[in-house]
């Protein structure tokens, strides 16, 4: 699909189905506890003060040293904020709170056996465990400043303490979401060159407990094969002291976590004062060719970035109980599980499982039993529990003050569903407009400040300037109420620095389009290109219609139609193959995948099922397509050029509207036999 079309499309979808909402305004009360009541803060950011107005979430941190440069252009459009600061992210999310805050819960485990006790580490125990396992890292591993080492772990609270060791010691960190395959995870190793792998045995996961370790032994014998060597394999343990997993250890290259630290009892770790623009992390994120992205995130700017917007977006408080139901696999874990609200003092709640395991209410009870009062998760899991529980919120007694939507367009009956239903009308709530190269929130509301609007994410964050171009590059006036391509004006703490190892691609993913001047030095020229599609409504309110690249949002999730598509050419069998999204209750788009099949091979199920499971293999059991169809030939331009568009009707069933341009216009009603028998 090209820009246009995409514009179009979404142009018809809102003039059909999503009429202007009535605003929601915060209660009293909210407003009366609130961290940010000054509407002023919007003129303080605007960009008359840009970028000093930034100071203002600096200093909510620590630093060892101020800024000689409070954002540096000189290298644009790689921009570095904060030059010649020194910081460290686990000194800011650990040592600064113990004096008055040690005997505070940092972290509530929420294991998803419910006969399992939840583990409530207190920040003094998150420091002890930290330090223990940076001892760990530097001298059994050898890892030192801005060396890269690959997590791939689930939702355990041993991920954030691996994290943040990392991090103590300069160390960048790259975690692969836990469901993940190990080839996937490979791709990671080998690109962030990482050559120690930090994984767990097993974790749960729908009452049943999932083996993890051999994913390890396929990461690392792909990357050895691509040339990255793994040398080390640090495996914790879900039940310390007892190996839960049917995969040998290999000797001299598996070690078990739990018994090494044990030489490391009592080691502390001083932090290591890292430059402000030393990279923290990387995390992968996908686009529209094959290979995954590496977003590389900086220390100072993006702390400053995650605290800033989790104090005055998600309005927390340290005595507030924070739980952010998504993984911290993706970039929300990063910035709104961990980094954010331990650089605020919270307690952060982890919960290992399937939200609605073993029942549909489990959510509302960990609600009740850890008191949460601020509340963070998807679309897709409000349309979930929306279906299968709705009557479950009122049986139990909780209360939040705060609940946010994240990841995906958000229709607005869902929305009114979360707003009475889970937060019992009680609750603000904020839809919050972001990406992973972002690293926090682009457009929200500000709770106190502004009203909510269903099925919009709102105005701009304070420092951050939206604008909306059509595709020929015209910009599109305020409020003009027409869909166009949303890009930044200016730069921010928490953007991404760059693609690791790929500085071409981040310029002409992000930035080439729009830019006038390439040799400038000047942000103003440089416009951050999101490639999302919105629409600015009249009050100056974002609407976010979605992607318009071949990137499908499924869950929240990224997935790139190139990857899922040479994950299919993988399969023998498989000559073309052509994925598109399709419209689904639950989870906003799945992908539907076309094959061809190589000459004189038969269509089978068997055949089918194989290439699903190549999906599943090469990327994860979030790949897997709804359907995969089994077809003669792909609708092709003349020119050769495979028309997605056509495919996404038939699945959608919609009109496929002309195709006296394609070259073989007479496959479209085989295809459609195929798909809508
Ligand atoms: C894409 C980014 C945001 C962190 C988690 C996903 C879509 C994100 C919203 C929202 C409408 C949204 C966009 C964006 N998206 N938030 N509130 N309303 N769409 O991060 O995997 O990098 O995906 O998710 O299309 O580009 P990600």
């Known amino acids: 699909m090209t820009g246009k079309e995409a514009l179009e499309t979404s142009e018809a979808q809102i003039a ?137 772990m689930p939702m355990t609270a041993e991920l954030p303490i691996t994290m943040l060791a990392c991090a103590r010691l300069g160390v960048i960190h790259s975690e692969v979401f836990g469901g993940f395959s190990g080839r996937a995870a490979a791709d990671r190793v080998v690109d962030s060159g990482s050559r120690v792998l930090i994984t767990i045995d097993s974790y749960y996961r729908g009452g049943a407990l999932i083996d993890h370790k051999e994913k390890a032994d396929i990461a690392v014998e792909a990357a050895g094969k691509e040339g990255q060597i793994v040398d080390k394999v640090l495996v914790w343990q879900r039940y310390p002291g007892k190996y839960s997993s049917s995969f040998p250890m290999i000797n001299g290259r ?32 996908s686009g529209t060719t094959g290979k995954p992205k590496g977003c590389q995130h900086s220390t100072g700017g993006f702390l400053a970035y995650a605290a800033g917007t989790s104090k005055y977006v998600q309005d927390i408080h340290p005595e507030d109980v924070y739980w952010c139901m998504a993984d911290i696999g993706w970039i929300t874990g990063h910035s709104y599980i961990v980094y954010g609200p331990l650089a605020l003092c919270a307690s952060t709640v982890i919960y290992e499982g399937v939200p609605t395991y073993p029942d549909p209410g489990r959510c509302w009870r960990i ?21 299968v529980g709705p009557d479950e919120p009122a049986k139990y007694n909780y209360e939040f003050k705060h609940m946010t939507s994240v990841g995906e367009p958000i229709e607005p009956e869902v929305w009114k569903w979360y707003y009475n239903v889970v937060g019992k009308g009680k609750a603000v709530i904020v839809d919050t407009w972001w990406q992973t190269e972002t690293g926090g929130f682009l457009c929200s509301t500000l709770p106190a400040i502004k009203p909510m609007k269903p099925g919009s994410a709102g105005p701009g964050m304070p420092g951050i300037h939206p604008i909306i171009y059509d595709e020929d ?71 976010i219609l979605g992607r318009m690249d071949d990137v499908i949002n499924v869950s929240g999730h990224r997935l790139g139609t190139k990857e ?11 000559a073309e193959a052509a994925v598109v999204p399709v419209n689904d209750d639950i989870k906003g788009k799945v992908p539907d995948l076309y094959a061809a099949l190589k000459s004189g091979i038969l269509p089978s199920d068997e055949l089918a099922k194989k290439i699903s499971n190549a999906l599943s ?11 995969v169809w089994l077809v003669p030939d792909m609708p092709k331009t003349r020119s050769g050029k495979i028309m997605r568009r056509v495919l996404s009707a038939i699945s959608n069933k919609k009109d496929v509207d002309d195709v006296m341009t394609l070259a073989n216009p007479e496959i479209v009603e085989v295809i459609t036999k195929i798909v809508q028998k």
């Open 16 to 152: 059909v189905h999503w009429q202007e909402e009535e605003y929601y305004y915060p209660s009293t009360k909210f407003i009366a506890q609130a961290n940010m009541t000054d509407e002023k803060i919007y003129d303080r950011f605007s960009l008359d003060n840009f970028p000093n107005c930034y100071k203002e979430y600096a200093d909510l941190l620590d630093w060892y040293e101020y800024w000689h440069t409070i954002l540096d252009t000189s290298d644009a459009p790689c921009w570095k904020w904060f030059t010649g600061a020194k910081i460290n992210a686990s000194y800011n999310c650990i040592d600064r709170h113990l004096p008055k805050n040690k005997n505070k819960t940092a972290i509530h485990f929420v294991p998803e056996l419910e006969n399992e006790k939840v583990e409530h580490i207190t920040y003094q125990e998150l420091y002890v465990r930290v330090n223990e396992v940076a001892a760990l890292l530097q001298d059994f591993a050898g890892l030192k400043a801005g060396d890269r080492v690959t997590l791939h």
């Open 254 to 285: 598996d070690f078990f976590v739990n018994d090494l630290l044990k030489k490391y009892y009592g080691k502390r770790i001083e932090p290591v004062p890292m430059p402000a623009e030393a990279p923290l992390f990387l995390m992968y994120t």
């Open 367 to 387: 609600a009740q039993d850890l008191d949460v009062n601020i509340f963070h998760t998807a679309p897709t899991l409000i349309r979930t529990l929306r279906k």
């Open 473 to 543: 590059g015209n910009v599109l006036p305020e409020g003009a109420g027409k869909a166009g391509n949303i890009c930044i004006q200016n730069p921010w703490p928490g953007a991404f620095q760059t693609i690791w190892g790929n500085r071409d691609r981040y310029v002409s993913t992000y930035y080439a389009k729009y830019c006038k001047n390439k040799d400038s030095k000047d942000w103003r020229d440089w416009p951050y290109i999101s490639g999302d599609a919105a629409v600015d409504a009249p009050d100056g309110y974002y609407r």
């Open 564 to 574: 899922l598509e040479s994950a299919a050419l993988t399969v023998f069998e498989v």
């Open 617 to 627: 293999a090469e990327i994860g059991s979030i790949a897997k397509p709804r359907n």
